[in-house]
């Protein structure tokens, strides 16, 4: 078992930046690949951004691409993300998950964390 919890949501007014953090415990936190996800009211949850197990490599949805980056601390078992720019679409409560480096999908997320960005 994976436990995740997700910290640095917040309030921001529209432009500005937050940091959330993942961390994780239980098992090896290197052998996961590491996402984030998002859910808005009344929307289904989407992707965000992921990273590989050694940070090497990442991938972001365009609607934040340039604008959020996502990257891993393996020796702090932490995967963060730093958001700028911040737009009101952003709001949403953000989830991490972990997957497996064999697997397509997600086995263990977080409980969440609400970012809301005010115009």
């Known amino acids: 078992q994976v436990q995740l919890v997700e910290s640095g949501g917040g309030l921001v007014q529209a432009g500005g930046s937050l940091r959330l953090s993942c961390t994780a415990s239980?098992?090896?936190?290197?052998?996961?690949?590491m996402g984030w996800f998002r859910q808005a009211p009344g929307k289904e949850r989407e992707f965000v951004a992921d990273i590989s197990r050694s940070g090497g490599s990442t991938n972001y949805a365009g609607s934040v691409e340039g604008r959020f980056t996502i990257s891993r601390d393996n020796a702090k078992n932490t995967v963060y993300l730093q958001s700028n720019s911040l737009k009101p679409e952003d709001t949403a409560v953000y989830y991490c998950a972990a997957r497996d480096y064999f697997s397509a999908t997600y086995r263990y997320w977080g409980q969440g964390t609400q970012v809301t960005v005010s115009s």
């Open positions: 239980g098992r090896t936190f290197s052998n996961y690949l």
